[in-house]
């Protein structure tokens, strides 16, 4: 296992990955958004919170052509991106040791939360 994984500095960030990555977390908030500050049958039927006329219409069409899943997607492959240049960096292990690794640590948090979940 690799033991001494430590942050990048700022001058070895790639900006383009950065970017993306902030552009596909505000996209998954436009989506968020909306989906918080309505019942959870609107984000899918939007006559369930009231008219569909003028703006509403719009503001729904517009955000689920252009906005839902499509973000979630770009941010999957960034954490992909991530993975593989994280391996390329620390290549003493190989690739599927690091990834492994990751999954690991992100199923254990997962897992804890739920656990404090159930204890409240």
């Not at 919170?49 to 219409?57: H, S, V």
């Not at 240049?85 to 190989?94: H, N, P, Q, T, V």
């Amino acid at each position: 296992m690799i033991k001494d994984i430590s942050p990048v500095s700022s001058t070895d960030r790639i900006i383009s990955l950065d970017i993306l990555r902030g552009f596909a977390i505000l996209g998954i908030l436009i989506m968020n958004i909306q989906s918080f500050s309505m019942v959870g049958a609107a984000y899918l039927n939007p006559t369930a919170f009231g008219d569909f006329t003028g703006i509403n219409k719009w503001t729904w069409l517009l955000s689920h052509v252009f906005a839902d899943n499509k973000f979630m997607t770009i941010f999957s492959m960034l954490f992909g991106a991530g993975i593989i240049l994280m391996s390329d960096k620390y290549g003493k292990g190989s690739r599927k040791d690091i990834y492994t690794m990751n999954i690991q640590e992100v199923f254990e948090k997962s897992e804890y939360e739920k656990y404090i979940n159930v204890i409240k």
